[in-house]
Every structure is written in C-alpha cells, then in structure tokens.
C-alpha cells in the first residue's frame, strides 16, 4: 500500500468550475501535509500547506483535512486554463524528520 | 517568499564522467537540503536528506558513492553525480528546509541531466 495516494486524472475541469483533488495517507501519525503544483517540465511550487483539522483558504485554493479519515483535500474555485498542471500532494510522517512522502500527482485539465 | 537556485538548469554529459549540481538558498539559510530525482512521469523520489556540517543520509537503494552530497554552508548543498551513465538521465531537484523542525520546503528549479 503507497503512503500517500492520490487519483492520477487527469482531471478535466471546464474553466470558471471547481476542481476537487483527493489524497489519502496511511501514516495516522503524520503532522503536516502539503499540496504543490508542478508545471511540466519544471520543479514543485508550494501553493498550500495545513497543519490542523478544518479548513484552510488562500485567495482561490482551499485546502481541508481530516486527519481521523486520513485525508487531505484541495479545492480550487473558479479555474482557469494556467491552473492545468500535475497537483502533488506530500506528508511529512510522524516520524521522519523533515522527509515528505509524496504522491503520484494529479494531473488538472483546465479547458476553456 | 523562500528562494531557492539550481546550477545548472541543464546539463549534457558523456557516459563516464562526473557532473555537479548546486543548490543555493537565496534568501535565507537552509539547515536541511534534500534531493530528489524525477523521471518521465513519475513523481519525485527522495535520493538524500542533507544537514548543514555532517553526512547526507541516503534513501534505501541510493548508491553514496555514486552520489556524492556536499552540504558545506546554510546556503549551498552540491550533488556530484559520479561515473555517470545513461541511465542516470533525469531530473534533479534540490529543496530546503528554513531552519530545523521546520516543515515546509521549497523547491529549486531543477536540473535535467542527460548522459549521453
């Protein structure tokens, strides 16, 4: 079983819509967990992190976690066509300092 | 925010030679550099983790002595891809750590090596 799982997609989202990504983890000890954006042919981007249960807004991204499920969701509203990328998700475990699990990406088709 | 810088971007090598890549923290001083390797399609994959004054720690089934980790000062990390051959070709990414206990990373640029 992979530690972070994530849908490959891709996922096809019409621009202007809400894409909704998925990721579930099996380390129930882990503390942080992270979502970053990777164009192709370039490195990670940052775009959220959380820490505690609930929800987390910045400008059009909302992350949400559930730590009893074990899971971590991102939302993005009104999409538009540069938010078409691989979305990664990544957990720092309960006992690997500083390490972050990834998952496999999800790939987001904005379509105009 | 956190800047962090690759050099080079892209590299071509022939089969048996060395090739160094290095990683700057820009703006702030990173404790903990970590490196991963990307291939086509793939998500990344943890090569090392390394700390500012020791020795990196390899992930299971990275080869040391291949993959040669200097971490000298809080700004710059440097990987040496020794002997390199063909199937080396991919993707490197460098990331740092802010300070220790610290869990966001940030990524470099990368770079993609192709041994020819």
């Known amino acids: 079983q992979k530690e972070v799982e994530q849908n490959s997609g891709p996922l096809s989202v019409p621009e202007g819509a809400i894409a909704s990504l998925n990721c579930t983890y099996s380390?129930?000890?882990?503390?942080?967990f992270f979502w970053y954006r990777q164009y192709s042919g370039k490195s990670p981007e940052l775009i959220m992190s959380i820490y505690s249960n609930g929800d987390k807004e910045d400008g059009r991204f909302t992350a949400q976690l559930n730590k009893a499920s074990q899971y971590v969701s991102l939302l993005i509203r009104d999409s538009q066509p540069s938010d078409s990328a691989t979305y990664l998700c990544a957990v720092k475990g309960g006992d690997s300092w500083g390490k972050l699990q990834f998952g496999a990406g999800t790939q987001v088709v904005v379509t105009p | 925010g956190a800047v962090v810088s690759q050099h080079p971007s892209r590299v071509i090598c022939k089969s048996g030679t060395s090739v160094k890549i290095e990683c700057r923290s820009l703006?702030?001083?990173?404790?903990?550099m970590f490196w991963y390797r990307q291939f086509p399609k793939q998500s990344l994959m943890l090569m090392a983790t390394?700390?500012?004054?020791?020795?990196?720690?390899?992930e299971q089934g990275v080869e040391k002595d291949k993959f040669l980790i200097n971490h000298a000062s809080l700004t710059l990390s440097t990987l040496t891809v020794t002997s390199a051959h063909p199937e080396d070709s991919s993707f490197y990414i460098c990331?740092?750590?802010?300070?220790?206990?610290?869990?966001?990373?940030?990524f470099g640029p990368g770079t993609r090596l192709t041994v020819t």
């Open positions: 390394s700390n500012e004054g020791s020795k990196a720690t390899y």
């Open positions: 380390d129930r000890g882990s503390q942080s």
């Open positions: 703006d702030f001083q990173a404790t903990t």
């Open positions: 990331s740092a750590s802010l300070a220790s206990q610290i869990h966001e990373q940030y």
